[in-house]
């Protein structure tokens, strides 16, 4: 019996289409009740794509997945999967602690030590907070003064969760490009003057200073996810007038676009960590170098649709349509 909570936007919809196809026995529960425990007990797995964009889904998933897993239930994400899921920080520790190919970065936790690092480092950088998707909270740092700017505040007020400035600036760029409609353009507009709900829950950002490496000359990144011995990937091209590519909506899907040494490193990297799926996004340095920028264990569910294959361990490519969400779900079973 496998146990799924279901939620809009994740994989809890192709996880049960797939137990109805294939006799799988599932119930649908709610996570977020009382005695979920009691409720997933007696299950062998119970699968949660939970969300970080859902501030009871930070309170709770990754506590009650791992308790689960104490008892020896099989679950989605797992601890390795997920345990530093949505915080770069945690990322940073663990890439640099297996050696893997991330980009310099650098964190404080003492404004005296951010600020010497300030007045020596070169320029530019780029700021982050811990949390956040679609390259939300990711600032380019050109100057001195922009960077201690930043720092006074990370070890001051703190920032918020979501910039609805920031937000509103970004929607506009992306209706220019024809990726946002005029309705989705309003709509943020609104979001400068009522912030989102997760805003209003969740905490400042503060007491801590996260900056990595700026790396130039990138008009793209390439994001590679890798599930158990598959692996499939797209590129996405950095936004117009920006450095970011993540959340830009201008997507790639050939293969001979994607570096398949990229493929090879996730590979390995994953080797290392011993997840069950995992996303990594790539940008490449002046000697064409691959390197890490962050990962995540969840992606955007049809985003991948239209990727013309996937490659396996040995790094052949395989063409046709696929359904990550089962191959997930399969691997549990297996």
Partial sequence: MIAIHHSSNSFSKRWIKYCELNNVDYKVVNAYDSDIIQQVIDCDAFLWHHNHGLFKDTLCAKQI??????????????????????????QKYLLEAIDAPLVRS???????????????????????????????????VRTKSE???????????????????????????KHKSGIKSLKQVTKAFGRMLISTKYAKQAPTESGYAYFQEFIPNNDSDVRIIIIKDKAFGLKRMVRKGDFRASGSGSIIYSKDEIDTNCVKIAFQVNKKLKTQCLAFDFVFDKNKKSLIVEISFGFAVAAYDNCEGYWTKDLNFHEGQFNPQSWIIESLIN
Wanted: aromatic share 18%; glycine share 8%; proline share 2%.
């Fill in 65 to 90: 997945l791992f308790a689960l897993e104490h008892a020896g239930i099989k679950v989605f994400p797992d601890f390795n999967t997920a345990w530093h899921f949505d915080d770069k920080v945690a």
């Fill in 106 to 140: 650098y964190v404080f936790y003492d404004k005296k030590e951010a600020l010497d690092w300030a007045l020596k480092t070169t320029y530019p950088k780029v700021f982050k907070l811990k949390g956040g998707a679609g390259a939300a909270n990711v600032k380019l």
């Fill in 147 to 173: 960077c201690i700017k930043l720092i006074n505040k990370a070890f001051g007020k703190g920032f918020k969760q979501f910039d609805g400035k920031a937000y509103f600036l970004d929607t506009i760029k």
